[in-house]
């Protein structure tokens, strides 16, 4: 069956949802996810309750297609943490969990660097595997994990990842689920980092530049 879901795209219309949600969701949220984010986080790009409803329908698709299935995910740390929680939790199939560390060391906001922290211990040897991230964006990530996933064998790899932005991909990458596709901003919350900060936001944000141009030395040392 095709996997290719149809992305959900975070254009004009999306951007005005978000500017009418974000006085009342951002306080609610602020309070949750403590500190000062409203400084430092220009605007809600993807609300908690439109994240929700994506992850349901992202499931659904995923269960159709791996039903009947043996199914492992692998989900790429340390990004994907609360997208999978959210995922998996709605994924009414049998399934086997496990990860892989992988990070770039790059300065700011640029990627450099791949560097494995975790290697896999389950063996995918004949399994579908889900492979989980949490955004595709020059895709150097995925091109660096999908061959060393399917030297180990697995019967199929699709990807779903939570955030697609193809206007910054270097590599040919594509997802086979993707929640959002957005534009090229600097997103960080629901897992997604900059200098490791923000991951606990509940929603998706636009980090303010005048945060990553100070760079990580200055916003590691609050
Ligand atoms: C981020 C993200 C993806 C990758 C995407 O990982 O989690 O894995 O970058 O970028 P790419 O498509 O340009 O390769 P990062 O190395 O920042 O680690 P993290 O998951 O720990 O935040």
New binding site residues.
Partial sequence: MKAKLKLRRVGKRAKQETSKVKASKGRRASKRAGGNWQDEVERVLITEEQIEQRIKTLAHAIERDFRGREMVVVS????TVMFLADLMRHLNLPLRLDFLG???YGLGTE?GELVYTKELRLDVRGRDVLLI??????????RHVLPKLRALKPRRVKICVLLDKPSRRVENVHADYAGFEIPDYFVVGYG??FAERYRNLPFVGVLHPHVYKQGCKQICRK
């Fill in positions: 790429l740390l340390n990004g992988v990070s770039s990627s991230d949490d955004i595709l964006d020059t895709g150097k990530t995925l997604l980092d």
